[in-house]
């Protein structure tokens, strides 16, 4: 199985970014995708999440009404679009996959599959 994450850089504040993550090895429309991210020095946090059982969606309360997460199982492949972005959603952000079916969809400990990462940076 491989996650491959991309679309990170430098943006403003105010910017926005999309990120996608491929998916290969896997039956992608049965899995369930999400998206952490790490800053320095901090806990690798949940961002958002995208069920195979429904099309569910769950975000961070902090980014909710700014980031969309999306799935295109033809394509394998997971987006986060990220709008009005902030400094403090600078971070390493990793997509992940698992295929429970009833879970804490937040729980990071939860997801096998883990993608390389890609860096976002926001200045101010």
Known sequence: ??????GGG???????????CAASGLT?????????????GKEREFVAAIKWTSP??????SVKGRFTISRD???NTV???MTSLKPEDTAVYY???NSLVSLNIRDRSLYNYWGQGTQVTVSS
């Open 95 to 97: 997509c992940a996959a």
């Open 79 to 81: 987006y986060l679009q």
């Open 1 to 6: 199985v491989q996650l491959q994450a991309s």
């Open 56 to 61: 569910s969606t769950y975000y961070l309360d």
């Open 73 to 75: 199982n033809a394509k």
């Open 10 to 20: 430098l943006v403003q504040a105010g910017g926005s970014l999309r990120l996608s």
């Open 28 to 40: 992608f429309s049965r899995y369930n995708m999400a998206w952490f991210r790490q800053a320095p």
